[in-house]
T-cell receptor, first 114, second 114 residues
């Protein structure tokens, strides 16, 4: 079975600073996909960034980037130049290439302090 | 186009009553998921529909929970004889074919069982 672990229930960062959210996962699969989702107070989950396990290059989307360490089964999210609108719950998720089910971590609540 | 919609956005019910939660996925999306999100928790998988295939019901917590998807589009999650521990936000997501494709989430239904 796949598991996803987010060990930081809460984090805070000063506006304009950089913050890194941690995520580790456990799987015996070799091909899979990893996602970071953001859930602001409005409850609307939106995709932040996606990584394909067979790609060695770390994904980047504007201020958001990941540090994907396949051997260590680690998938951290770095947010640069933090903005007040980044305040939200962040969920790490996993799906194998052969599966149907997404596995989510328990989330990290991020607060950006003005 | 329109995103995933869910109704109602909030539902308050008395213990023992039945409730129905509705999800309208994005048109053309073949996969539909239901999740439960309890306060301070991650997303708990409930059920997955893919096209005309038999649904994956492995996440349903008890036989009080059921779901159907009519015509490969709208889905209804039914909870019979609600209990206080059923109080949570119920999220629906849909996605198009391909494992790598992201899920698009609805805004959720907040269920409160008194």
């Amino acid at each position: 079975a796949q598991t996803v672990t987010q060990s930081q229930p809460e984090m805070s960062v000063q506006e304009a600073e950089t913050v890194t959210l941690s995520c580790t996962y456990d799987t015996s699969e070799n091909n899979y996909y990893l996602f970071w989702y953001k859930q602001p107070p409005s409850r609307q989950m939106i995709l932040v960034i996606r990584q394909e396990a067979y790609k060695q290059q770390n994904a980047t989307e504007n201020r958001f980037s990941v540090n994907f360490q396949k051997a260590a089964k680690s998938f951290s999210l770095k947010i640069s130049d933090s903005q007040l609108g980044d305040t939200a719950m962040y969920f790490c998720a996993f799906i194998s290439n052969t599966g149907n089910q997404f596995y989510f971590g328990t989330g990290t609540s991020l607060t950006v302090i003005p | 186009g329109a995103g995933v919609s869910q109704s109602p956005s909030n539902k308050v019910t008395e213990k023992g009553k039945d409730v129905e939660l509705r999800c309208d996925p994005i048109s053309g999306h073949t996969a539909l998921y239901w999740y439960r999100q309890s306060l301070g928790q991650g997303l708990e998988f409930l059920i997955y529909f893919q096209g005309n295939s038999a649904p994956d019901k492995s996440g349903l917590p008890s036989d009080r929970f059921s779901a159907e998807r009519t015509g490969g589009s709208v889905s209804t999650l039914t909870i019979q004889r609600t209990q206080q521990e059923d109080s949570a936000v119920y999220l629906c997501a849909s996605k198009s074919g391909g494992v790598r494709n992201e899920q698009f989430f609805g805004p959720g239904t907040r269920l409160t069982v008194l």
